[in-house]
């Protein structure tokens, strides 16, 4: 068996923790730019706020019914969602981190065990100890226990806890859910589905598997079997290495600027080199790109991208950094005014895989000798902005400008910035 643990409205509920006066008033939390919003509260969805629909376009019903609109504030969710996932590993031996409002628990081994009981302990336990609400899900698969997280939260009598058991149960279930809300189809499978008369859950999981196997590949094949109670996804324990990192930004206000964009790009690959090593890994490659806003009028559209190979795979920010500015300078154009830009690590490998290096000539300093002072210097930048909060110390061309996000409505760090801690006043 296993349990979908899914926190409900998660960046709408961080937002909720530290200002009670929030709850019962429609909330949402507008993604890069105060754009969209991409976590609403019930309230908000009740007065129909669409997910990812602009904010502008609801202005006035933003006004009429006083929703309170956040910056995305991500080093308050990150923070909130690891300590979530701490107080869940309590209840399981083995446990997989899907994203950062949800996981699953292996519950192999409870069968003695009242299983609603458990689950409904655990989401009294996650709420009490982070102040995070949760919806959980229990079935025979992961995927079932998908289905049944969905149950429990869009059915408010169930309180919070759907266990999915019996064969009644399971079919309940399934033929109340649209094929394309099950997990792994998606909106281009559940179109195809619709098509040929395959609407619900239930439908595709009566399906002939032939045919799912034939339309739908090894990815529908598995997710059938999945619904029919024969579990083909085990818990990833161990998270696989990532095949490339991507750091990317839209800017708050466009940027013509040759030297405001090459700061966004230095930011962009010193972010994209702290991730590498803290995967531990080396990236042979590195990508630059920045764009136009795709609504400007088509003589100013521009997309631009340059890939460079570095003569041997590294972390090294100091290294990276110059690939990346190298790259910029080949790919910009002046005259245009960019909306965004980003800077991608690929042709990734481990630390500890060997490597062949590419020997330079006018190179005096021995390669070794250069590799442990660049590997000490990254690990004393890490080491201090683990200690001090990231961006205590960076490179001089890592600097604030232009290009920065527009966070008009952003709370406050109240976890992890010292100045932003509540004060409780007699």
């Known amino acids: 068996m296993f349990a979908l643990i899914d926190c409900n409205n998660f960046y709408v509920s961080c937002e909720r923790l530290f200002n009670p006066g929030l709850r019962g008033r429609p909330v949402v939390v507008l993604s890069n730019n105060d754009g969209c919003f991409i976590s609403r509260s019930e309230e908000a969805k009740a007065i129909g706020l669409g997910m990812g629909e602009p904010a502008f376009k609801c202005r006035e019903l933003l006004q009429q019914h006083r929703v309170a609109l956040y910056s995305a504030n991500f080093p308050l969710y990150g923070d909130l969602s690891a300590r979530v996932m701490r107080t869940l590993a309590d ?75 019996t064969d009644a149960g399971i079919r309940d279930a399934l033929s109340g859910m649209a094929v394309e809300h099950i997990w792994g189809i998606g909106r281009r499978y559940g179109a195809l589905l619709h098509r040929h008369r395959i609407h619900t859950a239930l439908d595709f999981a009566a399906a002939p598997a032939p045919w799912v196997r034939r339309n739908l590949h090894i990815t529908g094949a598995r997710v059938q079997e999945e619904l029919n109670g024969r579990s083909c996804l085990p818990l990833e324990l161990v998270r696989p290495p990532k095949q490339s990192i991507c750091t990317s930004r839209s800017f708050g206000t466009p940027v013509i600027a040759k030297e405001e964009l090459q700061h966004a790009v230095v930011h962009f690959a010193s972010k994209c080199a702290f991730k590498l090593r803290r995967e531990e890994s080396r990236a042979s490659l590195v990508t ?26 590294s972390n090294d920010t100091l290294l990276l950094l110059k690939a990346a500015t190298l790259a910029l300078e080949r790919l910009y154009r002046r005259g245009y005014e ?31 000798e250069k590799q442990g002072r660049a590997a000490s210097l990254m690990e004393a930048l890490d080491a201090l902005n683990f200690r001090y909060g990231p961006g205590t110390l960076r490179l001089a061309s890592d600097c604030s400008s232009g290009w920065k996000q527009r966070q008009e409505k952003l709370s406050p760090a109240y976890t992890t910035r010292w100045s932003d801690i509540i004060e409780v006043k007699p």
């Open 91 to 165: 209840f399981a031996p083995d446990i997989e981190i899907y994203s950062i409002d949800e996981c699953f628990l292996d519950l192999s081994g409870f069968g003695r065990f009242d299983l609603d009981r458990y689950a409904r302990q655990i989401r009294q336990t996650v709420e009490k100890h982070t102040g995070i609400p949760v919806s959980i899900g229990i079935g025979a698969t992961k995927t079932l226990a998908k289905a049944a997280s969905r149950m429990a939260k869009k059915n408010a009598s169930l309180g919070g806890v759907s266990l999915l058991r």
């Open 288 to 313: 630059v790109f920045a764009c136009t806003s795709p609504f400007a009028p088509k003589e100013k559209r521009y997309w631009g991208t340059e890939t460079l190979s570095l003569p041997a795979p």
């Open 338 to 368: 960019y909306k965004k830009a980003g800077v991608i690590l690929s042709g990734i490998g481990s630390v500890s895989e060997p490597q062949q290096t590419t020997l330079s000539l006018f190179d005096t300093d021995p390669l070794p």
